[in-house]
């Protein structure tokens, strides 16, 4: 099993709709999650962190299930700017070492 | 203030070539990272620096890939012998410190291509 696995998409949505990717991990030690955004041929950025109890940021919710183990990131109304790569990001236990997902592609078109 | 600088920012090479990739992490930033990132594709890891421990090296993807980090400053990633599959952008980041949820922050790679 990958230490991270993302559906590639790539999503292709209207402006306006609501969309949700999905992220699971494999290792059950982890404890930071994030959400980074990477436009076509730039470096990624974070987008948001993954806090336990779940957190929003505007129009963007992220969630955590260590249950599962996997976090999601919701996006709501979405914008033409939101097309980008969203990838997913777990450190690997109690230290800074960090995995990240290959990455699930969004368009949001007119 | 400044970022994560990398250079250069392209380098076009030939098959069976050396080539130094530089990085200059965010001062004070104790951890660095490097990855691969293929066309369409998403991030590899590749190695990871924190401070002055032994770096983590599980990623790299043959004995032709070696990096170096002096203290915590500028990390140096050689491949040696390149082929036409190392092409790819090279990406490296930097954090604040060892704690997990400090945030990477990433400079804006070198794309090498291989000839």
């Known amino acids: 099993r990958k230490e991270v696995e993302q559906d590639p998409g790539p999503f292709n949505v209207p402006e306006g709709a609501t969309v949700a990717f999905n992220c699971t991990y494999s290792?059950?030690?982890?404890?930071?999650f994030f959400w980074y955004r990477q436009d076509c041929r730039k470096e990624p950025k974070l987008l948001m962190s993954v806090y336990s109890s779940g957190n929003e940021d505007g129009r963007f919710t992220a969630q955590l299930n260590r249950a599962s183990q996997y976090i999601s990131l919701l996006i709501r109304d979405s914008k033409l700017s939101d097309s980008a790569t969203y990838l997913c990001v777990v450190n690997m236990g109690n230290n800074n070492d960090m995995r990240f997902g290959a990455g699930t592609r969004l368009t949001v078109k007119p | 203030g400044a970022g994560v600088s990398q250079s250069p920012s392209n380098k076009v090479t030939e098959k069976g070539k050396d080539v130094e990739l530089r990085c200059d992490p965010i001062?004070?930033?104790?951890?660095l990272y490097w990855y691969r990132q293929r066309l369409g594709q998403g991030l590899e890891f590749l190695i990871y620096f924190q401070g002055n421990s032994a770096p983590d090296k599980s990623g790299l993807p043959s004995d032709r890939f070696s990096a170096e980090r002096t203290g915590e400053s500028v990390s140096t990633l050689t491949i040696q012998r390149t082929q036409q599959e190392d092409s790819a952008v090279y990406l490296c980041?930097?954090?604040?410190?060892?704690?997990?949820?400090?945030?990477?922050?990433f400079g804006p790679g070198t794309r090498l291509t291989v000839l």
């Open positions: 980041a930097s954090s604040l410190s060892v704690r997990h949820t400090d945030t990477q922050y």
């Open positions: 001062s004070g930033h104790t951890a």
């Open positions: 290792n059950s030690a982890s404890q930071s």
